[in-house]
């Protein structure tokens, strides 16, 4: 079973169903509900999505989307060895730095994002939600 950290850009295109990225993004939430890979998110990516969908959807849709996350994924928690080690690495963004960190300390099999070009140096095989539905497919 594959283990996997959702970047934040994934929640955001499922759950706000932002186009043109909602299609891949949508059947990878439902083929975590289904079982089929564990779905993992960090703790700080949950202030950003709050902030983001409130932006952009309104409060309400914004909640929604917490519980959403809250319910139905895993939370891998930040804390100071993960936000150290995020400021050791090569990448240029400390965001993803830190879900690479976090990834790391739950020993994920992968992160999925749209944002590969964020990831790279990352030890971590990066996937888009596109490659990571091509992925689950040829291991059913």
């Not at 993992?40 to 989307?65: C, H, M, N, P």
């Not at 990831?119 to 539905?133: E, H, K, V, Y």
Request: charged fraction near 20%; charge should be negative.
């Amino acid at each position: 079973m594959i283990h996997a950290l959702l970047d934040t850009n994934v929640i955001l295109d499922a759950l706000l169903e932002r186009r043109p990225w909602s299609s891949d993004a949508k059947a990878l939430w439902q083929i975590q509900n289904n079982e089929q890979f564990f779905a993992y998110i960090t703790a700080t990516s949950l202030t950003d999505i709050f902030y983001l969908g409130r932006r952009l959807a309104g409060l309400e849709k914004a909640w929604q989307v917490i519980h959403a996350s809250l319910d139905q994924l895993f939370i891998v928690p930040v804390g100071i060895n993960e936000l150290r080690l995020a400021t050791t690495m090569e990448g240029s963004d400390f965001e993803d730095n830190l879900q690479v960190a976090c990834a790391m300390s739950r020993q994920l099999d992968v992160i999925v994002t749209r944002n590969l070009s964020g990831f790279t140096g990352s030890n971590i095989p990066i996937l888009t939600p596109q490659q990571m539905l091509l992925r689950l497919s040829k291991d059913n």
